[in-house]
């Protein structure tokens, strides 16, 4: 199955998202693959029997959130230099969203831009991270603060790469899923309720419906001027929930699970949905073995982390809600006590 990106309303590039088995790649340049142990120790060999090259280089950096910085982008850039990568050279990102984001971004700064391709190996990066271009690292102020939007030319998911995939890092990836069903869909949130996904092809339907549902919002907005920034769902409450937990505590589809949960919070607060849409959400989140509950220390503080999230703007919160299930608002100029209202329904877990 084929998907395209076509960016006709911002600039002149289209490229596909194969869902298939990993075809034959080979380029009459140089390539560096760009990975971590945990990836390449399962699916190297792999790769490299799929791939021809003039020269072929393969960069292994840390695995983990925590390692998701400059510093690691500028041993990629460096490793680039000290194989004499040019402007006809071409990174790939093997792994998950951390390695995707990484590794656009390294292309993005190497001579001013090099191509890339995005090869994802968990659910999480293949129905969401590894689509639409999206780059960067974190600092200490918060997540993907310092990145790019940096298209690849080309997106290969092969859903084999998930059965080596730990239960814990596929929910993870579920939790995408769901954010994308809640803001678009109620007939694929309808299915997920009943979806058997330890079965091959309930996992293949799920990423192909997730990956067109991106590629349709990527279309229209490419650099989230509008309807782009509803795939943030969850993301302003699960930034601020990372960050506090200086993200070794949840893994970012666990935290956006939370950040659905204290979003719709919010969505029940402001008239938009009811307590019942919001249970149903929280079941099949529950049912996917994602975390639904978290403990605020301290409202106030929590309250101001979200002003260090990019989708705040002269000192407005914009928050990404749910209007009932299968739609969506943006809603901004909230007033701070109705938000910490609903914080401190956090302060004993929900």
Known sequence: ????IKLAHTQDITYDITIDRLPKLTFDTSV????????????????????SATNLHIVTIP???????????ENILNECFDHKLDRKSLLI????????????????LYQRGIDFIQIPTTLLSQVDASVGGKTGVNNKYGKNLIGAFYQPKAVYIDPA???TLPPREFSAGVAEVVKMAVMFDR?????????DLTKVESIKEMIAKSVSLKAWVVNQDEKEAGIRAVLNYGHTFGHVVENETNYTTYLHGEAVAIGMVMANELSIELGLMSRDEADEIKALLDKSNLPTTYTIEDVDSFYEHFFLDKKSARGSIKFILANG???????SDIDENIVKKVLARFEEEV
């Open 32 to 51: 560096v693959v760009v990975t971590n142990p945990t990836v390449s120790g399962y699916h190297l060999d792999k790769l490299l029997a799929n791939i």
């Open 187 to 195: 007939e694929f949130f309808n299915y997920l309720q009943g979806a």
């Open 161 to 163: 790469f998930l059965e």
């Open 1 to 4: 199955m084929n998907v395209s």
């Open 325 to 331: 299930v299968g739609d969506h608002k943006i809603v």
């Open 93 to 108: 990102a093997f792994g998950g969203g951390v390695i995707g984001d990484m590794t656009g971004f390294t292309a993005s």
């Open 63 to 73: 695995d983990g959130e925590g390692y998701k910085t400059l510093e690691t982008v």
